[in-house]
């Protein structure tokens, strides 16, 4: 059988060049974490089965690489394997997200971490999804998460340190939406919805953007909904604004079917992160925010670019997830950065690293004799001792295409060491 060059489907080798704009993300993301207090941890990439098919992460539990067990434990399940059985196969996967793992990660190691706890966590995740622009079946994912801290604290934490990081790498005048799973609740019981039908309703509301009021309304008819609720919470939408009065107006329709204090969180949040910003973007209060996850709780949020057409990163609340291990619900808010999406996004307009000092090439006449190399060596040691960039290459025939090539890689210094003039 012949040997592929090609990565497996949906996997990328990645060149130099984005390479290096990965490394200086995660440098940046490290370091303005760092100063928020949000300290690093680790979980394995693979999971429990049992973890990842707990009916917490939506459609992404369609999406598990699954794991088959190994030895003995797999032949005796060979045996008892059918057409309806086949996950006997099976006690592990790939986690498709950090959340979960953080999740099982604090239920296990609570008593010996700070609370609140405030984790930042980056690592490769997998998804079987339809590899597109941007998105891949292996990606890494930078979270952010508070836990332990009940109050709206954490969620303006949250989008104050991720909107600073992306002010520091380049972006601007992108916008965080923001909603309450509560709010959208509110909503679909004032419209006469049934409870057993939220999901279905929160699903077809979440396709606004890309289908419009009428394309809701004509799926949610279709699937056998009153036309009387559909016209009645999508006439909330028509009417609703995307800033501080639109949370307004919803708190006074809606009334007893809101819970008391939805409101006032999501305007403090809003009029919070707006006063204290220290990057050029807009916080909007978008009702038909949905978020896929099954595990949120309360406030959601997402990074709309325009560059992009869609979410480049988003979080929320999910207070009962860690209660799935302990019995015991905790506190606890995220906020994940499409880490692909935004080194994609560098990429295509030709990011440019702050410099940290010049690069430097030596290149060096072919045949140098040992002593003399030795020479070079030394020198380019002494040079890196205090913090410079040395690249020592063997000098090329076409000298000058050899510099062009090196020019891209970000190099602006020359030195070159010929044998009779050493």
Not at 251 to 272: H, N, Q, R
Not at 280 to 293: E, H, N, Q, W
Request: glycine share 8%.
């Amino acid at each position: 059988m012949a040997m592929k060059k090609k990565p497996v489907t949906g996997m990328k080798d990645i060149l130099p060049r984005e390479m290096e704009i990965r490394d200086y993300v995660i440098h940046e993301i490290k370091e303005t974490y760092k100063t928020f207090g949000f300290s690093g941890m680790e979980t394995p990439c693979v999971e429990h089965i049992e973890n990842l098919s707990s009916n917490q992460g939506g459609e992404n539990e369609k999406l598990i690489f699954k794991i088959l067990k190994r030895g003995d434990k797999l032949t005796s399940a060979v045996d008892k394997v059918n057409a309806d059985n086949a996950d006997v196969l099976v006690d592990g996967g790939l986690r498709y997200d950090l959340t979960l793992p953080l999740s099982r990660y604090y239920a296990n190691n609570a008593n010996d971490l700070p609370s609140p706890f405030k984790a930042l966590q980056m690592g490769n995740v997998w998804r079987a999804d339809r590899p597109q622009r941007g998105r891949y079946r292996q990606f890494m994912q930078c979270d952010i998460d508070i836990l332990g801290e009940p109050t709206i604290l954490a969620e303006i934490e949250l989008i104050t340190a991720t909107t600073t990081l992306l002010g520091k790498i380049g972006f601007e005048k992108f916008t965080i939406r923001l909603n309450n799973r509560k709010m959208l609740k509110a909503m679909a019981a004032y419209s006469g919805f049934e409870e057993k039908d939220y999901d279905s309703v929160f699903i077809t509301l979440d396709k606004m953007d890309k289908i419009g009021l009428d394309g809701v309304a004509e799926e949610l008819v279709s699937q056998g909904f009153s036309k009387e609720s559909v016209d009645k919470c999508l006439d909330l939408f028509d009417k609703v604004s995307e800033d501080v009065a639109g949370v307004r107006y919803l708190k006074d329709t809606l009334g007893e079917f809101l819970p008391a204090g939805v409101a006032e969180d999501l305007e403090t949040i809003m009029t919070s992160v707006d006063a204290t910003k220290s990057a050029d973007f807009k916080i909007a209060f978008d009702p038909t925010l949905v978020r896929g996850m099954g595990y949120y709780t309360g406030p959601i949020f997402e990074i709309s670019m325009d560059e992009f057409g869609g979410s480049v990163g988003g979080g929320g609340r999910y207070d009962e997830m860690i209660g799935k291990f302990t019995g015991q619900n905790t506190p606890a808010c995220g906020f994940s950065i499409g880490f692909e999406r935004i080194v994609m996004l560098l990429l295509e307009k030709d990011y440019q690293i702050p410099k940290q000092g010049e690069k430097i090439a030596y290149l060096v006449e072919k045949n140098m004799p040992s002593d003399k190399m030795l020479k070079i060596l030394q020198q380019a040691n002494e040079k890196r001792a205090n913090g410079e960039q040395i690249n020592i290459a063997i000098m090329k025939k076409n000298k000058k295409f050899q510099k062009e090539q090196m020019e891209k890689e970000g190099y602006t210094v020359f030195e070159e060491f010929f044998v009779d003039r050493m």
